[in-house]
């Protein structure tokens, strides 16, 4: 499981939600291999007063951050943000100012679907 949250300044973010969401989840799709209907992704537009960022980013900076189980190889993991750079920036979204953190946890920390992750049949791989 992959859960996304993006960051952004509301005037910029609110306007190119869907197209950003299908662009990062053809990158996820093809880095991590995920079949196509599991997309979880959140969007969190914020005020300009409400978002510090260096001087050096304009106000398309962009965070992105992914919560996932553990198990994918780093090349994977590189692909994905590698991926993300490229395709992002034909929304406006330099490389200069995208940011991507990835957190991993164990499949036993989550919980979905009323059980915990660990037991759990899953329609994909981990392990790319």
Same mark, same amino acid.
């Given at each position: 499981m992959t859960q996304v949250k993006v960051y952004g300044i509301r005037d910029y973010l609110n306007p190119i939600k869907q197209q950003l969401s299908d662009a990062i989840h053809s990158c996820v799709m093809e880095a991590l291999q995920y079949p196509v209907d599991k997309r979880f992704h959140r969007f969190f537009?914020?005020? @300009?007063?409400?978002? *510090?960022y260096p001087s050096a980013r304009s106000d398309k900076y962009t965070i992105i951050e992914f919560s996932m189980f553990e198990g994918r190889s780093v090349e994977?993991? @590189?692909? !994905?943000?590698?991926? !993300?750079? +490229?395709?992002?920036?034909?929304?406006?979204?330099?490389?200069? &100012? !995208?940011?991507?953190?990835?957190? +991993?946890?164990? @499949? /036993?920390?989550?919980?979905?679907?009323? $059980?915990?992750? &660990?037991? /759990?049949? $899953?329609? *994909? @791989?981990?392990?790319v």
């Amino acid at each position: 499981m992959t859960q996304v949250k993006v960051y952004g300044i509301r005037d910029y973010l609110n306007p190119i939600k869907q197209q950003l969401s299908d662009a990062i989840h053809s990158c996820v799709m093809e880095a991590l291999q995920y079949p196509v209907d599991k997309r979880f992704h959140r969007f969190f537009p914020l005020d @300009k007063l409400d978002f *510090y960022y260096p001087s050096a980013r304009s106000d398309k900076y962009t965070i992105i951050e992914f919560s996932m189980f553990e198990g994918r190889s780093v090349e994977a993991k @590189k692909q !994905l943000i590698r991926l !993300l750079f +490229e395709r992002l920036q034909p929304l406006g979204i330099s490389s200069q &100012d !995208l940011e991507i953190t990835i957190f +991993e946890t164990p @499949k /036993h920390n989550w919980g979905f679907r009323g $059980l915990p992750g &660990d037991e /759990h049949e $899953l329609n *994909y @791989k981990v392990d790319v």
